[in-house]
């Protein structure tokens, strides 16, 4: 029960960063950045990367959330690398309750928890086609009840498959706004809370891409390239490197 509710939540995914000595030191931080510093930070993002996007592979609302649940403690690598024979035999929840959670759990066997991931994969199938006619519901409500599916996953669908202004905070995300600092905030739900109230209007939509591909290509967790960092002049992080 333990295991299937760290997925749910998608917490486990965040563990290790609500761990790292940048949270201890939340109260100690520098403070956030105003809003013309933030404003600023989406506008130098948004010029590099004017049309980001997701870097799991997916075809449609279903293979996305399938994809999304599957990336827990996992790689968006590894996860196309196992979806694209699965999404080619199964694509539609239909299809993924004829094939089995067996063979779900065959294709998916090089993905970390994937006993459980395949699972939720059979159970969340089974929902939609039994709820909702065999498509991906809109409302995080909705969303949020499905097996495997947290705060986190339903942030990502209603965004990337249905253009839903609202940013979901995985590690990169956690460690870029706490360092800048974006916000500055203990836990995953808090941070983005406080990104979807400062984050300016017309950044909104994409403002998940941006951060999470800034976290995960410049502002690493080891070692972040702050030497060549775009909003370098920017962030108050006290650690930059050289």
């Given at each position: 029960m333990a295991a299937r509710k760290s997925i749910r939540t998608g917490k486990s995914s965040v563990a290790a960063e609500l761990a790292h000595p940048l949270v201890a030191r939340v109260e100690t931080a520098p403070q956030?950045?105003?809003?013309?510093?933030?404003a600023e930070?989406?506008?130098r993002l948004s010029a590099l990367n004017p049309e980001p996007r997701a870097e799991l592979a997916y075809r449609d609302p279903y293979t996305l959330l399938?994809?999304?649940?599957?990336?827990?403690?996992?790689?968006d690598r590894s996860v196309n690398l196992a979806t694209a024979p699965l999404f080619a035999v199964a694509d539609t929840p239909e299809k993924m309750l004829a094939l089995?959670?067996?063979r779900v759990r065959d294709f998916i066997r090089t993905i970390g928890?994937?006993?459980?991931?395949?699972k939720n994969v059979i159970a969340l199938s089974e929902i939609l086609v039994e709820r909702h006619g065999g498509t991906v519901p809109r409302s995080r409500e909705a969303l949020e009840?499905?097996?495997?599916?947290g705060t986190k996953t339903a942030s990502v669908v209603l965004n990337v498959a249905f253009?839903?202004?609202?940013?979901a905070v995985d590690t990169h995300i956690f460690r870029v706004s706490n360092r800048i600092p974006l916000v500055v905030a203990p836990t995953t739900d808090k941070v983005q809370a406080g990104l979807e109230a400062i984050v300016p209007a017309p950044y909104r939509l994409n403002a998940h891409h941006w951060l999470i591909l800034f976290g995960r290509y410049t502002c690493k967790a080891r070692r972040p390239e702050c030497p060549r960092c775009p909003i370098n002049d920017l962030c108050r992080y006290p650690?930059?490197?050289v």
């Open positions: 956030p950045v105003g809003p013309e510093a933030v930070v989406f506008a399938v994809a999304v649940v599957l990336s827990a403690q996992a790689t089995g959670e067996e928890l994937f006993n459980t991931k395949a009840i499905l097996p495997g599916v253009g839903v202004e609202t940013i650690s930059k490197t």
